[in-house]
């Protein structure tokens, strides 16, 4: 198993320029979630898809961000237009949720998004 | 909403030293993860807590549940090198979503 695929691994960009950041997660999880890192505030989650819907995007922080899956193997998060403030690592994870709980989420490497 | 707090922030020690990581949640959590994440690495999912009081262990680490299941530690006995890394705990309280503590970034000097 290749486990989640993120890409790119790095992306540097100028402020206002639109960002697309890619996931594909491990086959036959059925969640997906999106984090942002920074030292500043640490692991935030964006928004959180199960079975291809998005059920919890109080994480994203302003009309800027959006994210779509539009099938059980692809996902994207697109920032337009990109700000300075946007720079972290972007982390994708996966996970089988069946039943109550979460379970274990599988991370992806990370995008390590800068904005200038 | 849930907050998670994690403490200390930082924790430098010697090898060989014990180390203690404690997360505490501002509401009860139905259940709580911890991961570690070396450095320029992504988190990896270390076990999951769910019972009140519940204590577990993998090798050198001891991953223990409050009575409360508002509050939760990780012990690493004798650590090594190859402990160094951030670890964070990350409750669950609703089934939406995992919150994440701040982590400790544990460093290991031989």
């Known amino acids: 198993d290749a486990g989640v695929i993120q890409s790119p691994r790095h992306e540097v960009t100028e402020m206002g320029q639109e960002v697309t950041l890619r996931c594909k997660p491990i086959?036959?999880?059925?969640?997906l979630f999106w984090y942002r890192q920074t030292m500043m505030r640490g692991l935030e989650l964006l928004i959180y898809?199960?079975?291809?819907?998005?059920?919890?995007d109080s994480g994203m922080p302003e009309d800027r961000f959006s994210a779509k899956m539009p099938n059980a193997s692809f996902s994207t998060l697109k920032i337009q237009p990109s700000e300075p403030r946007d720079s972290a690592v972007y982390f994708c994870?996966?996970?089988?949720?069946?039943?109550?709980?979460?379970?274990?989420?599988?991370f992806g490497p990370g995008t390590r998004l800068t904005v200038t | 909403g849930q907050q998670v707090m994690q403490i200390p922030q930082y924790q430098h020690v010697q090898e060989g030293e014990d180390f203690t990581t404690y997360c505490n949640s501002s509401?009860?959590?139905?259940?709580i993860q911890w991961y570690k994440q070396r450095p320029g690495g992504h988190p990896v999912f270390l076990i999951q807590?769910?019972?009140?009081?519940e204590v577990k262990k993998q090798k050198r680490l001891t991953f223990q549940f409050g009575e409360a299941k508002k509050n939760s530690s990780l012990h690493i006995t004798a650590t090594q090198t190859t402990d160094v890394g951030t670890y964070f705990c990350?409750?669950?309280?609703?089934?939406?979503?995992?919150?994440f503590g701040k982590g400790t970034s544990l460093l290991v000097t031989p």
């Open positions: 807590l769910v019972k009140s009081g």
């Open positions: 086959s036959g999880h059925n969640s």
């Open positions: 509401t009860t959590l139905s259940n």
């Open positions: 990350a409750g669950e309280d609703s089934g939406y979503a995992l919150n």
């Open positions: 994870a996966s996970s089988l949720i069946l039943g109550t709980g979460l379970g274990e989420q599988y």
């Open positions: 898809f199960n079975n291809n819907v998005p059920i919890d």
